[in-house]
């Protein structure tokens, strides 16, 4: 991960000791500490962008800091009702099935008939939360 953060600009490429490994100072380690708090907490990459830049800046407004994490409150309580309504779905087709010998499946049944507006309801919305941290 952490190459891939200094590939997105997220933190600054480490210096290198002389057998190729990272060199981070204290400040560098804090940094790293904290987009992996933020990644446990489920903020996406752009938004950690956001908080680092709000983290590094001492003139900061600390209400920007908290319209960030209550957006990102928000996104994940609206992705939680998103996946509560997939168990009650789930549960009830799994009630459905017999699961014995014969071939009838009402599971597959309604993966069989998605309509096109039910395939389109469950996209996810650009910009969603795609990690959730339970």
Known sequence: ??????????IPQAER?????RDYSTRDVHMLRFVR???????SVAEIDELLHLWRDRSRQSAE????ALDHVAGLKH???ELEEMVA?????????N??????????????????????????RRGAIDRVVL
Do not use: W
């Open 1 to 10: 991960m952490i190459r891939y953060y200094e590939q997105t600009g997220l």
């Open 17 to 21: 000791k002389a057998s190729g490994y």
């Open 37 to 43: 708090r933020a990644r446990d907490l489920g903020f």
């Open 65 to 68: 800091v908290k319209r960030i």
């Open 79 to 81: 992705k939680i009702t």
């Open 89 to 97: 779905t789930l549960s009830h087709l799994a009630e459905s099935c």
């Open 99 to 124: 699961g014995d010998h014969r071939p009838d499946c009402p599971i597959l049944d309604n993966l069989e008939n998605a309509t096109e507006s039910t395939v389109e309801a469950n996209q996810p």
